[in-house]
């Protein structure tokens, strides 16, 4: 069965994408803070939009995440960075069930409208993710889950292992993990650069000497003339 490879991102484009929140406005703060959490520690779009004040340790930089995806609990980490600006929306965001809330009924109408506080909805983060994304210049096709995959890639070619890795992306199976090793080209890249390089340099002196050939052949039919 094709499995598909994912979009992912550089930390230059996820970079360029962090600039783009207002971090002086509620909802530009609570934006940047969120895009940073995933980037930072890989999690799902459904492990954020549930995640509790409760269930999050900012002097840790941890989160429980509880009843993730197939109902396992795991636990993630993030940033310094990360963490500081966590702290400060914590200070700002209305009190609710939910850490990362709504500060405003919605008006979009595929949303599921709610009060001050709740449950973000998932259509409203993608509408987010997309406009910066095409403010930040990023010509990709990308959703949250990017950030996920951009976070497992880099976290493997840190020179992690996939046991680790599927720990933090709460895999239920190994082979899900498995796609980021054949994500990560930097070794069959360098392996096919020395190759090159090599059969190069090898028909360069090849050519060299066909060419040192051809002159003593020549200065030969010059002596016998």
């Not at 940047?32 to 930072?40: H, Q, Y």
């Not at 999050?56 to 197939?70: H, P, Q, Y």
């Not at 949303?111 to 993608?126: E, F, H, N, T």
Request: proline share 2%; net charge positive.
């Amino acid at each position: 069965m094709r499995r598909k490879i994912p979009v992912t991102l550089t930390a230059e484009e996820i970079g360029k994408i962090l600039k783009i929140p207002n971090e002086r406005t509620l909802t530009g703060l609570r934006n940047k803070t969120l895009l940073s959490f995933i980037w930072d520690s890989g999690a799902r779009v459904s492990d954020v939009i549930n995640l509790k004040p409760g269930n999050l340790n900012i002097g840790k930089r941890e989160a429980t995440i509880i009843e993730g995806k197939g109902g396992v609990d795991r636990v993630i980490a993030f940033s310094e960075y990360t963490a500081g600006l966590l702290k400060r929306y914590k200070e700002i965001r209305p009190k609710g069930e939910y850490f990362f809330c709504s500060f405003y009924k919605s008006n979009n109408p595929k949303a599921k409208k709610g009060k001050i506080g709740s449950k973000m909805d998932r259509v409203q983060l993608y509408i987010m993710i997309g406009k910066y994304a095409k403010r930040a210049g990023i010509k990709k096709k990308i959703g949250l889950h990017t950030l996920r995959h951009s976070f497992a890639l880099n976290f493997y070619k840190s020179g992690h292992d996939l046991i680790a890795l599927q720990k933090l992306l709460g895999h239920a199976s190994l082979r899900t993990t498995e796609i980021y090793v054949y994500m990560d080209s930097t070794d069959v890249l360098e392996a096919s650069d020395k190759y090159y390089k090599k059969r190069d340099s090898e028909a360069r002196d090849i050519q060299k000497r066909i060419e040192d050939l051809e002159k003593q052949i020549q200065d030969l039919k010059a002596e016998v003339r």
